[in-house]
DNA sequence: GTCAGTGCAAACCTTTTGCACAGGT
DNA sequence: ACCTGTGCAAAAGGTTTGCACTGAC
């Protein structure tokens, strides 16, 4: 499925008329190898072990083209650090975060979602995305604040 | 309940053992006079034309204590500025944002709280807090997009 | 050969901080 | 008097951009 988001990323980079790199590519096969919730240094340092010349400005605009493309999303926890993660097309989670240890939960739940609907609805209003987090503690940290 | 908001943060500015100063004082009663979710920058152009003497950094700091005391809350919405809002003690609302217009409606909504909290509850997690915002188009900007 | 992509460093923007002075208690 | 608060300007931290060079097509 690697390959997969792989082609829709070329498909969408020739459609605009952008070109095939190898910086564009070796930063895309590392963040779709890493899970979880990268930030742009993350991606950054592990990107620098399998080519080392590749500078942190070109992650952040191959990051930026990934959003746009639609094989990555761009999330705004309360770190200050955007981040990002890759999805699969259709999918779509929310986030517990653990305010002690960091530890980020997805969850999905179909209940919540169509109650949003229903709000947004109420006020006449068009949903494109939304984003819902949790801060608190996780089960591991909770008890020992 | 300006007056009560402003009693509150007394109270809580002197069990920290901290000043009443007259900055503090403009501040406050400036952001609880407006309404909406302002930026430091709005906020301290209103403060200023109460008393131009005012820096952006004491905005900055009193903000932050009036946070701590409970009397506003922070929010991180996705247009990278910080903003501030004050609550009625025991009041919660969540977000519906224009991505057209810039216009931000507050909702509430108990049945979404009490699936947030079954849902952190399957996963062991005590939430302090959450956030959901969703973005999209109002109803003015629907349909001209 | 052309035009987009890249690396670097500088610029940017929001937020924080150090410091010397002002002011509340 | 003491010690916190303030304004200013500088610093910090994350992100973006200008520029000259590189490289894909």
């Keep these: 499925m690697v390959q997969e988001r792989i082609n829709e990323f070329a498909k969408y980079i020739e459609k605009k008329g952008l070109k095939t790199t190898q910086q564009r ?6 963040f779709l190898k890493s899970g979880g919730h990268l930030s742009v240094d993350d991606l950054h340092q592990k990107v620098k072990k399998v080519n080392p010349r590749v500078g942190y400005a070109t992650v952040y ?3 930026k083209l990934l959003s746009e493309s639609g094989v990555a999303v ?3 926890f ?3 650090h955007t981040r990002y993660e890759h999805l699969e097309p259709e999918e ?3 986030h517990l975060i653990c305010i002690k240890c960091g530890d980020i939960i997805e969850f999905e739940d179909k209940n919540i979602e169509s109650l949003q609907e229903k ?4 006020h006449g209003f068009r949903v494109v995305t939304h984003n819902l987090e949790m801060y608190g ?3 591991k940290c909770n008890g020992n604040t």
Tied chains: 1, 2.
């Excluded at 590519?25 to 590392?30: G, L, M, V």
């Excluded at 709000?119 to 109420?122: P, Q, R, T, Y």
């Design 119 to 122: 709000v947004a609805k109420k």
């Design 92 to 94: 779509h989670h929310d």
């Design 74 to 76: 761009e999330r705004h």
């Design 61 to 63: 605009r191959t990051l």
């Design 137 to 139: 503690y996780c089960k």
């Design 78 to 80: 309360d770190d200050g």
């Design 25 to 30: 590519n070796d930063i895309i096969r590392t």
